[in-house]
């Protein structure tokens, strides 16, 4: 059961524009949203957070957007840069646990 | 500050063989949590420790098991091992024990053969 979606599997944006990355999920109990880059063979890399009392959170050229009404996660990237090329995941974790449940990844590709 | 470390990195185990991983978290973090990825499956949780004890754990058979020491750090066991549990193994740790981000480690590229 598919808790977190991400289903754009990949995206491709031009260098300096905005990357929008989109993510779903199905449990109203989640209170607790992050975003992770990847890079093959590595670990996820955390990018940023946010609880379920806010609706944006900002750092840098990253700013995580949260509908809760909608159950809908975005991350947006400006403005974007080649080294950004990864794979994105989103995770979502309810109550008092570090249980993080993970979308299937968007692989974003940045061209120069 | 030194970051969320895994050893082995790699590792070749023949099926019905056993394996232990280990995993050392960032100094002052008591929890731990161990992670699956496959590429059909993508990331699940398999259990998180805190402070020694087993705080949750996600749905996978008993072949998988864990512990944490009083250092905080952290070794997974998998018994009986099956060509299906071929996975990156991630290990994170986290500061609080809800309500913070996971920082992960390089993780354990298991091949079961």
């Known amino acids: 059961d598919q808790q977190v979606k991400q289903n754009s599997p990949s995206l491709s944006v031009q260098e300096g524009r905005i990357s929008i990355l989109n993510c779903d999920y199905t449990?109203?109990?989640?209170?607790?949203f992050l975003w992770y880059k990847k890079y093959p063979a590595e670990g996820p890399t955390f990018l940023i957070s946010?609880?379920?009392?806010?609706d944006k959170n900002e750092d840098g050229r990253f700013t995580v957007f949260l509908n809760k009404s909608a159950k809908h996660l975005s991350l947006h990237i400006v403005p974007s840069q080649p080294g950004d090329s990864a794979v994105y995941f989103c995770?979502?974790?309810?109550?008092?646990?570090?249980?993080?449940?993970f979308g299937s990844g968007t692989k974003l590709n940045v061209k120069p | 500050k030194a970051g969320v470390t895994q050893t082995p990195r790699y590792l070749i185990k023949t099926r019905g063989q056993q394996v232990t991983l280990s995993c050392s978290p960032i100094?002052?973090?008591?929890?731990v949590s161990w992670y699956q990825q496959t590429p059909g499956q993508g990331l699940q949780f398999l259990f998180e420790?805190?402070?020694?004890?087993?705080?949750n754990k996600g749905n996978f058979p008993g072949r998988f098991s864990g512990r944490q020491f009083s250092n905080s750090r952290s070794e997974m066991n998998v018994s009986t091992l099956e060509l299906g549990d071929s996975a990156l193994y991630l290990c994170?740790?986290?500061?609080?024990?809800?309500?913070?981000?996971?920082?992960f480690g390089q993780g354990t590229r298991l091949t079961v053969v």
């Open positions: 995770a979502a974790s309810a109550g008092n646990f570090n249980k993080f449940y």
């Open positions: 946010i609880s379920s009392i806010k």
């Open positions: 449990n109203s109990m989640f209170d607790y």
């Open positions: 420790y805190f402070s020694e004890t087993q705080r």
């Open positions: 100094s002052g973090h008591r929890s």
């Open positions: 994170a740790s986290s500061f609080k024990v809800t309500g913070a981000e996971a920082f």
